[in-house]
């Protein structure tokens, strides 16, 4: 009996040791196992381990998907921090999609200041998108005190090439694109000679990855795309430091 025991205890023990030896996979094997099932044209630029019941962030580009450590199950969705009420899923996008905003070539935006100007915002807009124009007309509207830099991004038609070239070259830009975005009151044809940078902006954007307009960019290089409303704008301005 006391033998017995003796075995089972060495038995046991040797159990928990093999458990315990057992590594984790690489992120690198991770990435070689999902890549090729997630199909021929797509490319994983980082595998990243999660404290989320070991689950695996798989980044593509601004996407975030996540897998298991056998890549064999996909999760495409937002991860919630129920205590907090955090989304860690949006918060790890605004995480790899930061830019330098001093690096923004502002001098090729359109320059607008609203009361004192303290809050800064760079904004990506197409003159022919239609939840920009509703941004000019209630949320930047709304508010006041800030300075916003508007790159004409012309991603929806040729005729918004036209457009940004023709407001670029009215003697008042900021004028004419609210004119053009909250009243609908063209700008004059562009005199032949003018040039605007129509296709340093595309390559601006195409490079900070803005898939789709309205895109806002803030002072400490967070963004948020597409329109929000007026509250929404403000609590993210209490949120960041200027």
């Known amino acids: 009996m006391r033998k017995s025991k003796s075995v089972l205890l060495s038995l046991s023990v040797l159990m928990a040791s093999c458990v315990g030896a057992e590594t ?6 991770i990435k070689k196992l999902i890549e090729p099932r997630l199909g021929t044209n797509v490319k994983v630029d980082s595998i990243t381990a999660t404290p989320y019941s070991g689950l695996y962030e798989v980044r593509i580009g601004t996407d975030i998907l996540y897998t298991d450590k056998t890549a064999t199950y996909l999760i495409n ?7 907090t009420g955090a989304d860690l899923t949006r918060d790890r996008i605004d ?4 830019i330098k905003f001093s690096d ?3 001098d090729k935006a359109i320059k607008t200041v609203k009361g004192d100007g303290s809050r800064v915002i760079a904004v990506f807009e197409d003159p022919n998108c239609g939840y ?17 830099y508007t790159f004409m991004y012309n991603i929806l038609s040729d005729d918004s ?8 070259c009215s003697p008042d830009r900021s004028k004419a694109w609210d004119d053009w975005m909250v009243s609908g009151k063209a700008a004059p044809v562009a005199a032949a000679n003018c040039e605007a940078p129509n296709d340093q902006v595309l390559a601006l954007g195409r490079k900070l990855g803005v898939a789709g307009t ?3 960019f803030f002072a400490d290089g967070s ?3 597409g329109a929000i409303d007026h509250k929404a704008l403000e609590d993210k301005f209490t949120k960041i430091k200027q």
Request: contains cysteine.
């Open 161 to 168: 090439f036209v457009k940004s070239k023709n407001i670029w």
């Open 95 to 98: 995480e790899i999609t930061k």
């Open 132 to 148: 920009c124009k509703r941004l000019r007309q209630t949320t930047l509207k709304e508010t006041d005190n800030v300075t916003i």
């Open 24 to 29: 984790p996979p690489t992120t690198e094997a």
């Open 214 to 216: 309205p895109a806002i």
């Open 77 to 83: 969705g937002h991860i919630f921090n129920l205590s």
């Open 104 to 106: 923004l070539p502002l």
């Open 223 to 225: 963004r948020i795309p």
